[in-house]
């Protein structure tokens, strides 16, 4: 490395992460810039797939370092533990005692965000979620759950508590799956949608419970204002939180603690701090409301590498635009349920796909994005999102 050389490290490989670093390896100079991906693991999450991961099935292992290995993006692996942007540090625990000092002239931080399990009172102790750790945890133990027809109760009808019932239910039929929520499920999807899903529930043998808020969990029922709702296992699914790195390191968020941006993905406090996918919310409407989604954290982390790549080329970068076209969920392994959205405001179109083909359009929206992202070093122009010049 010279004098000269840019250090750029990107936090975090998830899908924002790794479409970053990919994409700035092509749009960048190999001897003038250098790129460090620093991951808590050493594989990839596909974390849209870890409703697939609690229900036991064996998912395909993708080691970083391979994913990684034909490119010139050095890979640590380690937890980032602290921020320092004063001095441009990350603080990074690679289980050798000591943190590591990573320094940059940028960074882009993708730390994504994890099931937010909020304050009620007894869920951390008592209730898995849908992380990596936990669903990989519940796995073995469903078999034996399924057997002695066991009761589960998922908190949370969001879209990723509609596509973790269904798919426990499907696999495991001797479980007893019940669904709580403290508002209506699926509140995004329009009454078409939700009448599938309601069918799906009902062919599943899965029962809802709307309009209850589960206020706190002892280790064998969850209360409620309406009475307590028994289970053996708890699965927690409602909504999403982000890490408190950047808060504490003086970087300015928002109420959830995601960094807020410029529409060129870069910190409003600190422009050598680039921040994409579920950690990031762009201040300046980029013509969508951003949800905490796969469908945008691809398209943050590309805009952030061609942003960042314009700027340390001393070009103008554009400025960041996003449409939703659809959204999939999968309903267990056979059926599905796409709703296709009205691209200008983001409401839901009476338009939807079901059954078999709607669960394949989701699969192939999953694996587009990931072999895309692979893509990145050679062809970046594989990948263009609907809404980019908005
Ligand atoms: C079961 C499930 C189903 C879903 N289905 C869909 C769907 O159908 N469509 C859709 O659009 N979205 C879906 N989502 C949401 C989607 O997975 C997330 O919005 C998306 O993964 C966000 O991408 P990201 O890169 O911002 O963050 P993440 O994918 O969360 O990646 C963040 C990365 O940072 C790493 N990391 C975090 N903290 C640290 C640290 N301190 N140090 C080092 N590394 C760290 C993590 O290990 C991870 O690799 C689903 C989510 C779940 C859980």
Redesign the pocket.
Known sequence: MTEETTRVVV????????MAAMRLANKTNRRSVAITL????ED??E?????QLISGERLPQRALAKMLANTRIRFLP????ALDPHHHIAK?ETGAGVPVDLRYDYLIY??????DVGPTRGATQHAYT???RSAAALAPLLPDLAARKARVLLVGAG??GV??STELAERFPGLRVTVVTRGSFASNLSEAAKRHIRRAFSRLGITLIENTEVTSLDPDQANTISGPIPFDVCIW?GG?AV?D?ARSAGVRVNERGQILTDRAMRSLSHPDIYA????AMPADDPGTPI???????GP??AHAADSLAALLRGRQPSPFGLSYLA????LGRRDGVVQFLNWNTDTALGLIITGRIANWF?EF??AFLLLTIRLQPTVPWVFYWPGKNK
Do not use: I
Not at 38 to 41: E, I, K, L, M
Not at 276 to 279: Q, R
């Open positions: 936090l975090g490989a998830g899908y924002a992460g790794l620093v991951n808590a693991s990839f999450n974390r849209v797939r870890n409703h380690g937890t980032v533990v990074v993708t730390l994504g965000s994890h099931v849908v992380d990596e879209n990723t596509e973790v699914v999403f890490s790195l994409a996918g579920d950690a949800r905490m989604s796969l469908y945008a954290a943050m982390g959204q999939g969920l999968s989701r929206f999953v």
